[in-house]
């Protein structure tokens, strides 16, 4: 099994905004499960610390094997997932993806 682990920072600094914003690319993020062949689990997670060196949220997911995060990488409905994120994150991106 393969864990995908993406950071990233929300552009917007207005409180209620930034938990719209979650909420609805969490919405996504979780319906892409069962839509994605090789997905097992996937969620959006968010910092508890408020830190401005930090990122404010993941997306974790479990995958079959790396052939499944390299399909859900080009799948057309984590594409769309994308536009929507792109809309309300920063530059800044970190990912990382290891065995467990």
Do not use: W
């Not at 099994?1 to 979780?30: C, G, N, Y």
């Not at 799948?75 to 990382?96: F, K, N, W």
């Amino acid at each position: 099994m393969i864990r995908h682990v993406v950071l990233f920072k929300l552009a917007s600094t207005d409180p209620a905004e930034r938990a719209e914003q979650l909420a609805e690319a969490r919405r996504r993020i979780r319906g892409l499960v069962g839509v994605v062949p090789g997905v097992r689990e996937l969620d959006l997670v968010e910092n508890v610390l408020a830190d401005e060196r930090n990122y404010d949220f993941a997306v974790v997911g479990d995958f079959d094997d790396i052939a499944a995060v390299e399909g859900y990488a080009t799948h057309p409905a984590h594409l769309e997932v994308i536009d929507y994120v792109s809309t309300i994150r920063t530059d800044a991106r970190a990912a990382i993806d290891f065995a467990v």
